[in-house]
């Protein structure tokens, strides 16, 4: 089930949060129960077999936990590593088998005279989010940075949350633990989740799938036009950001429709000034994890020059590899750790710092990440470099682009540039410093209507389309 669908627009999300509404407050146990259930029943409607998968990892993960912090309190610090070691393994261990292992057979038998029968299962959906969240919770405990959750619905909860379940933002467990057994359900929360959530509706269902035409035609072509690769990779750049960033606007609004609050996962990634400003913007949840979980436990910055630059291509290496098992993932990965190294090393960050010349280093920015973003959405390592060879050449006929460009694709391509920009949060600033706070979050909250009766015609009239981060 996807949030973009009349299944849950019309159906699962009015009867949960009326029946949410319907349970008294004091009754949070009882609510906490709905939600389980609740998480469960949309994950089963497209999973049902891996439901039987996610139960199972939260359950070894519960009890790994409680003897992890048990080992901890008794000062056993080496039955504590073991059995540390073993959850990552468990974990790491059945994200790889189902995640990269079809991969792997089928590179051992195109690179070598083995012919092993390629495994047919579906990669479970959600599997990468809820793996890394469980395992931070367990990595937590075991450094001593989080209590031990002993209430398997309250830990079934943290994971299966279903606004988040399938494509993050990837929660902190000390940042929702009290929202677990304490926590208010308000009128302004309700509504500030409803416009949110429409916002970002509105982001996947019109900007992103509108741009998404263009890249899929752009991509998809033989040998494309200079101006339509440019065009298309452009394309492509609208159509990743309004698509995650859709879906993490949808997440944050639904938890604050049911009296939780969860973190930002974006912050307007495309008026970043480098690659490293990026990466402060972009899946900031995937960023913050794979610093305090991998860069800082391989000594981050504080083992000399060398050692940083070995640690940051680690876990870009890593970040690209995350997101599938392709190599075009691995380069982009490796792209922009060259890219951090190269800032980090001709001392880049200082003309960020000048602001004259900002908008050369955003320019910059952009440019860089649009071509990382070719490779990310090219089939093959081949197949990206063609591209951005089509992009660089300069040759061709833009004649191509005349069917795309109508007016409808042309206003909307123009409205995502413009809200790729912090415009939005200037505004609301501006108007709360001349006291007129309340009228434009009254201008936000009227938009909403026409912005969610159009989302609905374009649901109307439009084909199944999951958000892109449903594949990692």
């Known amino acids: 089930m996807v949030f973009s669908s009349a299944v849950f627009l019309f159906v699962f999300l009015p009867a949960v949060w009326l029946l949410h509404t319907l349970i008294p407050a004091r009754y949070l146990g009882a609510r906490n ?3 389980c259930v609740a998480s469960l029943l949309f994950y089963a409607y497209g999973e049902p077999v ?15 936990a409680i003897l992890i912090g048990g080992a901890r309190e008794r000062g056993s610090a080496g039955r504590r590593k073991t059995l540390t070691v073993c959850a990552v393994a468990l974990n790491l261990g059945m994200l790889g088998f189902f995640k990269y292992v079809p991969w792997l057979v089928s590179l051992a038998n195109a690179y070598s005279p083995l012919s092993l029968p390629v495994p047919g299962f579906v990669m479970p959906i959600g599997i990468s989010f809820y793996t890394f969240q469980i395992l931070s919770y367990v990595l937590d405990v075991s450094r001593g940075e989080a209590e031990i959750q002993r ?3 309250n830990l079934l909860l943290y994971i ?3 606004p988040q379940l399938i494509a993050g933002p990837i929660v902190s467990y000390n940042d929702i633990k009290a929202q677990l057994t304490e926590r208010k359900t308000t009128a302004e929360g309700t509504a500030a989740g409803i416009r949110r959530f429409v916002f970002g509706l509105s982001k996947k269902l019109i900007v992103s799938n509108t741009a998404a035409l263009i890249a899929d035609t752009a991509f998809g072509a033989e040998s494309p036009s200079s101006a339509l690769a440019w065009l298309g990779a452009a394309a492509y750049c609208l159509q990743i950001y309004f698509d995650f960033s859709g879906y993490s606007d949808m997440a944050v609004g639904l938890a604050s429709m049911f009296g939780f609050r969860i973190g930002e996962n974006f912050n307007y990634p495309y008026a970043a000034v480098s690659i490293r400003d990026f990466w402060k913007r972009w899946h900031i949840s995937l960023t913050n994890w794979f610093r305090s979980y991998v860069y800082i436990p391989l000594g981050g910055n504080r083992k000399g020059g060398a050692r940083t630059i070995l640690n940051r291509y680690i876990v870009f290496f890593l970040t690209g590899f995350w997101h599938g098992a392709n190599f075009t ?9 060259s890219l951090m190294m190269f800032e980090r090393l001709t001392g880049f960050e200082r003309l960020t710092e000048k602001r004259a010349l900002r908008p050369l280093t955003r320019l910059y920015t952009l440019l860089c990440v649009a071509v990382g973003f070719v490779l990310f959405r090219s089939e093959s390592v081949g197949a990206g470099f063609s591209y951005l060879g089509a992009m660089f050449s300069f040759r061709g006929t833009p004649a191509d682009l005349g069917a795309m460009l109508t007016p409808w694709t042309l206003v909307v391509l123009l409205c995502g540039v413009l809200l790729s920009a912090p415009l939005l949060p200037r505004i609301r600033t501006l108007a709360t410093d001349r006291g007129r706070g309340r009228a434009w979050s009254a201008v936000e909250y009227v938009l909403c209507l026409p912005l969610y009766a159009l989302c609905v015609m374009t649901l109307a009239s439009s084909s199944f389309n999951p958000f892109i981060y449903y594949i990692f």
Do not use: C, P
């Open 329 to 337: 993932y691995i380069l982009w990965g490796l792209w922009h750790g």
């Open 151 to 153: 209430n398997y619905l």
């Open 160 to 162: 299966s949350f279903f």
């Open 33 to 35: 129960v709905l939600l």
């Open 50 to 64: 891996y439901i039987l998968l996610m139960l199972a990892s939260v359950l070894t993960n519960y009890v790994l």
